[in-house]
């Protein structure tokens, strides 16, 4: 019905399923838990940088993480908006280092940032939980954030404290804001480059990574890993 099958995309030449898997989900509990995420990690963003940039950076984001799922995931049925959440929480991760000079208390606010995204990835490893679309999605949307949510430095914004007529000779952007967005861009662009390459001639990535598996999943004693 549209979810992520890897069969059907490569052999069934049905590559649209990398977009439309994100708005399907596994039932109404996975729908409510993706919505209310959606609601806390969107909001701030989007009343901050208006609903076409984060738009983009949450459905870009989704089809990151399906290609990235899509070359290590086989046999298994994916759906869900995980891998676009995800890429909310990477760009904002990208737009506090990007906007550094802006902020206070920033050791705090990337640590809290950086804990609740190691708490969710750690609950990717639970089976039945497609944590290669939550990286994918992340990754995506990290670099994204460099490219589409560079803001104004500190410097600049001070020139409306100024009095009327003073000079402000303060640049815009720092030269390391477009060092970080033009590195980010071009490993964006090659990395879905290569990852759809990949995707489409039926790369088997577990074959050239064989621990990455448990990057998704972990076998313990109470459950096992099998599909």
Request: glycine share 12%; with cysteine; charged share 5%.
């Amino acid at each position: 019905m549209g979810a992520l099958v890897w069969d059907k995309v490569v052999h069934g030449h049905q590559g649209w399923r990398l977009f439309s898997c994100m708005w399907m989900h596994a039932g109404v509990l996975h729908l409510v838990a993706n919505m209310l995420s959606l609601l806390f990690v969107g909001l701030r963003l989007e009343q901050q940088f208006g609903y076409v940039r984060i738009g983009a950076i949450y459905l870009i984001s989704g089809v990151g993480g399906s290609v990235l799922s899509s070359l290590f995931i086989r046999s298994a049925i994916s759906v869900g908006a995980s891998g676009a959440l995800f890429g909310l929480l990477g760009a904002m991760l990208a737009e506090l280092l990007s906007n550094w000079t802006i902020y206070t208390n920033k050791v705090a606010a990337v640590t809290t940032l950086l804990f609740v995204i190691a708490v969710n990835l750690v609950l990717g490893i639970l089976p039945h939980v497609n944590n290669f679309a939550h990286i994918g999605g992340f990754l995506t949307g990290f670099l994204l954030g460099f490219v589409l949510l560079m803001r104004p430095h500190f410097g600049w914004m001070e020139r409306y404290r100024l009095p009327a007529g003073s000079p402000c000779t303060a640049r815009k952007y720092l030269p390391y804001q477009w060092a970080l967005m033009a590195a980010a861009l071009a490993l964006a662009v090659a990395g879905f480059a290569i990852g759809l390459a990949m995707v489409f001639r039926g790369a088997n990535a577990n074959s050239s990574c064989g621990w990455c598996h448990y990057l998704s999943c972990v076998p313990t004693k109470s459950w096992t890993c099998a599909n």
